[in-house]
């Protein structure tokens, strides 16, 4: 795995960016840019990143960058990439579509699964904070169960679609869940997928201080903290091979346990119904428990 | 050599747009514009298209992904009608306001419901401000010359915009008659490559579009956008005649015009209607009345100075619409009052709604409509629009 100090010292994304404090998808996006470097077209549909890339006639992305509509992210950039096949420039310059989940999970599935199908050569990353985050915060669907948002003031009564298995469905030849919280992961990914050709498919869990209600200075750990109770599975598939990641995998492997569900639900504001209701938490776990039982099974172990 | 072959419009479409020699073509198919695109894919197939064809799940997609190609500074052609075009309304704002020159035919055909795929141009008349140069075609020939005059109007570095040919479903569509067709390289001294000179996609000098541009500027990027409207304008007539000085064919410009120098009332109307108007003027004149015709090519930008000059001369103007703006009026009839009031000639607009959905509309019906406009002139009001044909 990359090293902090092997990562290219280059900055795609500005200080300067108008992202809020602790914004986790900015971190993400940082390490995701530098592992794919300058020749890179940027495919950004409304999401938070509408917003962070900052306002014209100035911009905090130091790469090509086509906004697009909401629903449009895997239709815009399999233009873009028809285009740079015409020019023979589909082996120099890699495109990526950089959308939220709700642009993914909901308003954009449609867009993406077609690009998908057509074996578009691109990167569609979906930044999932769980939650329409630049509207102020409604549900998606990628939002998890019991969450406030203020679309389900009382709660979010259904659990989240499993969008990276709904991917790897699509016999793409790369499938990744990640979370920006584990920086040199994000990097190794994306170098690895860049190198890969056909639609490849990166889902990042980035945390987001603002919408789940924790400090802006807690990112990293909540993340992290995702990851070490479960609640968050990171995996890979290339090919027909499903592989964990990194933590995910110690825990698969029972090398570590997961923390308890509660490390992760307790210090944020967003599962304060939820955190009242002892069914519902043993709902949220017995989801878990599920979701791991099923990708055990796609990477047989 | 140019060749003349018969073919219905759709066709005529897309060997125009074979001739242009586009880069990427993303299409979805939709009756009754399918054949457009099927034959788009036989040219990419064959070989005789050296183009991207990306075959989208849907018209929204469709327009996106012409937005992408587009982007990189490619010449990127689509086609659609009615239902598609709807669904694609939110993406022909983008490419408007994008500024990328895509070049779209529009097949007008009924929105449902119920399901209707006959002739009816509220389609493209909703369409009208999403910043998309609006043509209407009446012949095969036309809609084939008019798609390479738009790729050349619409890539002019003082235009950038996207742009429609509008033709009729089936009354063009589906029927054939001879047009003459030119490989691209007899037509590349007319229509040169497209070469984006505001902006592109490329990481050699990255810049970005359409990121968040607040109160302080986006008034002035859409009075950015009217303008190349207003050069669209001026260009129209210049393109027109370089293309009949190198091919001897042109189309009437904004307004082609049947025997209206003499005419006291005149009729104008859109599409095959235009032309269908002008056998009426013909069995008037034969009895010694003065009527004309005159048919509107060009919806966006609109002709105020060509409308206000045919009426300086004409006692009363019968606007046939095959549209309906419902709790107003026809589009265009609105849109040539709202150019004479502008003016200092200011005679009766009779207003007709005909043809919706595909009913047919005959010269013998547009004998009536100016046998109406006579008696408006004569009482120097038009009154209420009327609806031609109406069961009640």
């Known amino acids: 795995m990359v090293t902090i100090k092997e990562m290219p010292r280059e900055e795609y994304i500005e200080c300067g960016h108008a992202a809020c404090a602790g914004c986790g998808a900015t971190i993400g996006i940082r390490h995701a840019l530098k592992a794919l470097g300058k020749d890179t077209i940027l495919v950004v549909p409304a999401c938070c990143t509408s917003v962070i890339q900052g306002l014209y006639p100035l911009n905090a992305l130091h790469l090509p960058v086509l906004n697009v509509a909401f629903m449009t992210a895997g239709a815009s950039a399999s233009g873009v990439a028809a285009g740079l096949r015409y020019l023979g420039k589909d082996k120099e310059i890699t495109v990526m579509a950089w959308a939220g989940d709700g642009g993914t999970y909901d308003i954009g599935i449609q867009a993406l699964s077609g690009a998908a199908e057509r074996k578009t050569n691109f990167i569609y990353t979906c930044y999932n904070n769980q939650a329409y985050g630049n509207t102020g915060l409604q549900r998606s669907g990628a939002t998890p169960f019991g969450a406030y948002t203020t679309t389900t003031p009382t709660g979010k009564r259904e659990f989240p679609k499993p969008m990276g298995r709904i991917m790897a469905e699509h016999d793409i030849p790369y499938v990744a869940v990640i979370c920006a919280s584990y920086p040199r992961l994000v990097f190794d990914t994306y170098r690895k997928a860049r190198d890969i050709v056909g639609t490849r498919y990166i889902e990042m869990l980035t945390p987001c201080p603002t919408g789940w209600r924790f400090p802006g200075s807690k990112s990293i750990e909540m993340g992290r903290l995702a990851v070490e109770t479960g609640a968050w599975i990171m995996w890979e598939k290339q090919g027909e091979d499903w592989r964990f990641l990194d933590r995910s995998k110690l825990i698969a492997e029972g090398k570590v346990a997961r923390r308890p569900l509660m490390d992760y639900l307790k210090p944020q504001g967003q599962f304060y119904t939820l955190l009242r209701d002892p069914a519902m938490i043993e709902q949220f776990e017995r989801w878990v428990d599920r979701e791991w039982d099923v990708m055990k099974r796609r990477v047989g172990c | ?392």
């Not at chain 2, 009756?31 to 040219?43: G, H, L, R, S, Y």
């Not at chain 2, 119920?114 to 036309?142: C, K, L």
């Not at chain 2, 002035?220 to 207003?230: D, R, V």
């Not at chain 2, 109406?372 to 209420?384: C, H, L, P, Q, T």
């Open chain 2, 1 to 392: 050599m140019p060749k003349t072959i018969s073919v219905t419009g759709n066709l005529a479409a897309a060997y125009a747009a074979k001739t242009a020699n586009p880069a990427v073509i993303a299409a979805y198919p939709i009756t009754p514009q399918t054949e457009i695109v099927e034959k788009m894919a036989d040219f990419v197939e064959s070989g005789e298209l050296k183009a991207e064809y990306v075959r989208v799940e849907s018209e929204h997609s469709a327009m996106a992904a012409c937005i992408g190609a587009s982007a990189l500074g490619l010449r990127t052609f689509t086609a659609t009608s009615s239902h598609g075009l709807a669904l694609m309304h939110e993406m022909l704002h983008w490419a408007g306001r994008a500024r990328l020159p895509v070049v779209m035919p529009v097949v007008n055909r009924a929105l449902g419901p119920p399901w209707n795929i006959w002739v009816d141009h509220t389609d493209s008349m909703a369409t009208r401000d999403t910043g998309w140069i609006q043509f209407y075609a009446a012949n095969n020939q036309e809609v084939y010359d008019t798609v390479l005059e738009l790729f050349r109007l619409c890539e002019d570095p003082e235009v950038v915009l996207p742009g429609m040919v509008c033709l009729d479903a089936f009354i063009l569509s589906h029927t054939s008659t001879a047009i003459v067709v030119y490989d691209h390289d007899e037509i590349s001294g007319f229509l040169p490559a497209y070469q984006p000179g505001h902006w592109k996609l490329d990481p050699d000098d990255p810049m970005a579009n359409g990121n968040i541009a607040g109160p302080e500027y986006y008034y002035e990027l859409s009075y950015a956008i009217h303008e190349g409207f207003e050069a669209a304008r001026k260009l129209i007539p210049i393109i027109e005649q370089d293309f009949y000085k190198r091919f001897g064919r042109r189309h009437g410009g904004f307004i082609n015009a049947y025997r209206c120098n003499d005419a006291e009332v005149i009729l104008l109307a859109m599409g095959t209607m235009g032309e269908e108007a002008q056998l009426a003027v013909e069995h008037l004149r034969d009895q010694g009345v003065a009527a004309g015709s005159a048919r509107l090519r060009v919806f966006r930008p609109f002709p105020v100075k060509e409308v206000q000059a045919l009426a300086a001369k004409a006692k009363a103007f019968v606007v046939v619409d095959r549209s309906l703006s419902y709790g107003h009026a026809g589009a265009a009839a609105t849109e040539i009052r709202s150019a004479l009031y502008r003016g200092t000639h200011h005679i009766p607009v009779l207003g007709f709604v005909a043809g919706l959905g595909g009913r047919d509309v005959r010269y013998t019906d547009m004998i009536t409509m100016i046998q109406a406009g006579f008696k408006a002139a004569d009482k120097g009001e038009a009154g209420a629009d009327q609806f031609y044909g109406l069961k009640r």
